[in-house]
């Protein structure tokens, strides 16, 4: 049994990042390696699995197709995006008549649409809606007419679950980190080009409605299956990792009992990651900067935090500040994230986002436009109010790069300009170029940090 991992191609050239819970473009020269199919190869073994990865390669569905007619295959599993669905779905249809009798697996933030899973259903044996909680046999299935009796499936029915905020312990099988590898594969807040990306937890305690992986169960992997897979990426010679939890430090205690033996073993490594401000304590922080994190990555949104809480966005401002605070001193970098263009949002609300962005000392900035995602309130809240019209739902993402919706005040474009007066802003100020000189720790840093800098002022028009 040999599985067929397939990023497909994008038309355009787009860097396209499609995940199980979101897909979205690069905002700037960084293209994620593909995580949700490094999880999955975790199911297989080394030699059972093999990866084209279009979108890292750059190659046209013509070329893709060559590559598949040598590959060695008894099923795939392919990625889809919504915001790129119609060349997606495309692409399925196309595998399916080149290969009528072989089964076809996809996963993709899409499917969190039901909608999508119909479409998707005369194609496909399956859709798979998260990474860790699969078995081998259900890829077994062989007859697309299985749909009809049950036995086509959408695995573990992850988006109707209502158990998705309590904590779910997780094994899984060692990753196969090696065959992930590709100079192409890059991380914006990384120190070094070569880098990998590791799981404690999958998905998200927090509901916040307009985010998608709220839809996700909160799934954990325990302390000791992490430390083994981090001496196996040691062992790699790997030194930079991503911890790719949405939200990281969660349950706390298994985080701690992590980063002190990641410390005591020296298992250690330059890393960044997600973290919501209200996971923050002094000592968790410690522990962070101790086991070598360099960089966070959170949440701010806005700079009316009391908006947000109708979307579910409760943030406590004195833990909020104290994390800012506690990070500047041990050195540890920010990364705020925000959105432009919530419903109702006016340009001075936004332009007071900006303005707080550039008044936080933060390190980086990422400007995202509140779209319209499958599971999100955004798109429900649309659809009611009627700024979107049936069948047109997709093709949207925080980039911005098909369409821009509405927010009911300021048009699409008015709301794209100011997110790119928002990074232009940010970025492109001598303050901000002479402050980040001095934050630079080595000369594959700088490499990194420039070939960023210059895509990002060239996607931002």
Request: hydrophobic residues 35%.
């Amino acid at each position: 049994m040999h599985a067929l991992f397939i990023n497909p191609p994008s038309m355009k050239g787009r860097k396209l990042i499609r995940n199980f819970d979101c897909a979205t473009e690069s905002k700037g020269n960084y293209l994620y390696q593909p995580y949700d199919f490094l999880l999955l190869s975790s199911h297989f073994s080394r030699e059972n699995f093999t990866l084209i990865d279009a979108i890292a390669k750059n190659i046209s569905q013509e070329k893709v197709l060559k590559k598949i007619e040598k590959k060695e295959k008894s099923f795939f599993i392919i990625a889809l995006a919504d915001t790129n669905w119609a060349e997606d779905f495309n692409f399925v249809k196309v595998i399916r008549s080149t290969y009528p009798d072989m089964p076809l697996f996809v996963f993709g933030d899409a499917f969190i649409d039901p909608k999508a899973v119909e479409q998707i259903r005369p194609y496909s044996n399956g859709v798979l809606s998260n990474p860790l909680e699969i078995s081998i046999e259900q890829f077994l299935i062989s007859d697309i007419n299985h749909w009809e009796d049950g036995k086509g499936f959408v695995s573990e029915n992850t988006y109707t679950r209502t158990d998705l905020k309590k904590p779910i312990p997780v094994k899984i099988k060692m990753p196969h980190h090696s065959n992930f590898l590709l100079k192409e594969y890059r991380w914006p807040f990384s120190t070094r080009f070569k880098y990998t990306t590791v799981f404690t937890a999958w998905g998200c305690p927090y509901s916040c409605s307009y985010c998608v992986v709220a839809k996700f169960p909160n799934i954990y992997r325990h302390y000791t299956d992490v430390i083994e897979e981090l001496e196996h990426i040691k062992a790699l010679g790997l030194k930079e990792i991503y911890m790719g939890d949405r939200s990281f430090g969660l349950p706390r205690e298994n985080t701690i009992s992590l980063l002190k033996e990641m410390i005591s073993r020296k298992v250690k490594f330059t890393w960044s990651t997600y973290f919501h401000p209200n996971q923050y304590d002094p000592e968790l922080l410690e522990l962070m900067k101790q086991s070598g994190c360099h960089t966070l990555i959170i949440g701010i949104e806005s700079h009316n935090f009391k908006s947000l809480k109708k979307y579910g966005r409760h943030m406590k401002e004195d833990r909020f500040y104290a994390l800012l605070s506690h990070a500047k001193k041990l050195g540890i970098d920010i990364c705020g994230d925000f959105m432009i263009g919530l419903p109702n949002e006016t340009k001075e609300d936004i332009l007071k986002t900006i303005s707080m962005s550039k008044g936080l000392n933060i390190d980086y900035a990422s400007f995202n436009i509140a779209a319209p995602l499958a599971g999100s309130s955004l798109r429900s809240e649309a659809q009611k109010d009627g700024r979107i019209k049936e069948g047109q739902e997709k093709h949207f993402d925080s980039f911005g790069y098909n369409k821009v919706l509405s927010n009911g005040v300021l048009t699409g474009d008015e709301i794209y300009q100011l997110r790119n007066l928002a990074v232009r802003s940010f970025y492109f100020n001598p303050k901000y170029l002479f402050k980040s000189f001095f934050r630079i720790k080595s000369f594959e840093h700088l490499l990194i940090q420039i070939q960023e800098m210059l895509q990002i002022l060239f996607k931002t028009k």
